[in-house]
């Protein structure tokens, strides 16, 4: 019999994450201090984040150790399997060979406590009690619920209004985890405010909702906030992804040709991809494709300019490809992905012409996700649906032994309101919102460079 699954064993889990900022071909333009205009200093972070991992975020060692308590914090759910989909192969009546990195396996269901638990870890050996976020989907804000838990630390999220509503579940998870959780904008905060004074009806963005989660850290007592995505240290944790997939391929010996992810922030793709990034600056011959929805289509239409993480301007500012910080996406109900910018490292990738960046409109992704679930079983997140759709798209014509991999950042089973009404014809398309994104990025401070 043929193998489905390649597993490897808790022994074989990688102990060291991999960093890529020293491989670079070129350096990462820095981020700024919106006040100074200079590179920001790491006591610039220092009311947000714990001290060692602002380190991470600038460190310059290619391999970073894996604490004891992390690792066996992991092993709850890691490694993950690499599955052949092979009856996904057979419906699409492809020649190429089809993989994907399963982390839906996790407890929260998705790729994110990958770095919630390295982020629990690090603020509770540094004395935080607190720790306070941001969610879309509800995913990473369940994730780290779930990552508080276990180190007993207090969470407090705000959740994006509109995923608040649409999917109720994540939310209990979270609580069931002993979470706080507040619908954004919220009338706990000094910006919730505002924004539901101009408009009561707001149905939030990351944004909005990052804007609420850092004023709730600056301004609360042994509080420090945690970002899900974007940043440096965040997409470090998620290279436990790529490494394994590294190892399990090469146990197999299969030589991956393309590897696809979705995108919100950049961290479950930019994880993937990370450790075989070197392999194609070295001439490898290898794609790494990046797949956003139409309705917030940041890689492939932003503009490459620094611009703040937030609403509300309180971030430092990011080199990145933006719709501009005001930009408020529709409600499309790959809530992950409504993010106005995207991790400074992968639009570096982007920008150096490492990684190539597609989109689609959310029923096709459905449609995706359907037959997916119909060939394999799993039923993925609207956000895995993106890039499953782009894996039927490479396989359509691919030549005999082609390898695609992809990394199925999660599951659905929470998000079965968005099934509903894709299966009764509910579900809308929105297009590429142009006017809006257009007045969004007259927002865009003006930083040479
Ligand atoms: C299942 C899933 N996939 C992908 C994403 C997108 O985030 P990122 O680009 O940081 O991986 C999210 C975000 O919430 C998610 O929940």
């Known amino acids: 019999m043929e193998e489905n699954k390649i597993y490897l064993s808790e022994k074989e889990m990688p102990k060291v994450w991999y960093n890529i900022l020293p491989d670079l071909p070129e350096p990462l333009p820095p ?37 004891d308590e992390i690792i066996r914090a992991y092993k709850i759910y890691r490694p993950t399997p690499l599955h052949r989909a092979r009856n996904f192969e057979k419906a699409l009546k492809t020649k190429a060979r089809i993989y994907f990195k399963n982390e839906s396996f996790s407890p929260p269901g998705s790729h994110k406590p990958n770095t919630a638990i390295a982020q629990a870890y690090y603020n509770k050996i540094e004395g935080v009690k607190r720790l306070t976020t941001e969610t879309g989907a509800g995913q990473w804000g369940s994730a780290l619920a779930f990552a508080c838990k276990i180190f007993d630390l207090e969470c407090v999220i705000f959740m994006v209004k509109v995923s608040y509503h649409q999917k109720p579940y994540r939310k209990l998870l979270a609580q069931s985890w002993g979470a706080t959780i507040y619908p ?33 850290a600056v301004k609360g007592e042994d509080t420090k906030y945690s970002l899900g995505s974007v ?76 611009d703040f993480g937030d609403t509300a301007c309180t971030t430092p500012l990011l080199k990145m490809y933006t719709l501009g910080h005001s930009f408020v996406p529709p409600g499309i109900h790959a809530g992950g992905l409504r993010y106005h910018g995207d991790a400074p490292l992968l639009c570096h990738f982007v920008k150096l012409g490492l990684v190539e960046a597609i989109s689609y409109y959310q029923k096709e992704c459905f449609q995706a996700g359907l037959l997916f679930a119909q060939t394999e079983g799993f039923l993925p997140a609207p ?16 030549p005999e032994g082609k390898v695609i991999v992809y990394n199925h950042s999660g599951h ?9 009404a894709y299966l009764e014809g509910k579900l809308e398309d929105f297009e590429y919102p142009e006017e809006k994104i257009k007045e969004a990025l007259k927002d865009l401070p003006e930083i040479n460079g």
């Not at 706990?188 to 004023?215: C, M, Q, Y």
């Not at 998620?238 to 040709?257: A, S």
């Not at 956003?292 to 620094?306: F, S």
């Open 31 to 67: 981020v700024i201090n919106p006040k100074t205009r200079q590179p920001v200093k790491p006591e610039d972070l220092a009311p947000i984040f714990p001290m060692s991992l602002i380190m991470q975020e600038f460190s310059s060692e290619r391999w970073i150790e894996i604490p």
């Open 184 to 216: 954004s904008p919220s009338d706990k905060t000094e910006f919730g405010r505002k924004v539901l004074s101009h408009d009561p009806n707001s149905p939030g963005s990351l944004g909005i909702a990052i804007s609420e989660a850092i004023e709730t």
């Open 231 to 306: 940043l440096n240290h965040v997409l470090l944790h998620q290279t436990i992804v790529g490494l394994e997939t590294k190892k399990q391929l090469e146990l197999i010996g299969e030589k991956p040709d393309i590897l696809i992810g979705c995108v919100g922030g950049g961290s479950n793709f930019g994880g993937f991809i990370i450790p075989f990034v070197p392999d194609k600056i070295k001439g490898k011959s290898i794609r790494f494709v990046a797949v956003e929805p139409k309705a917030c289509p940041t890689l492939t239409k932003g503009l490459y300019r620094y």
């Open 383 to 398: 956000e895995t649906t993106h890039a499953i759709k782009a894996v039927i798209d490479e396989a359509k014509d691919a």
């Open 412 to 420: 659905g089973y929470f998000d079965l309101s968005a099934y509903e």
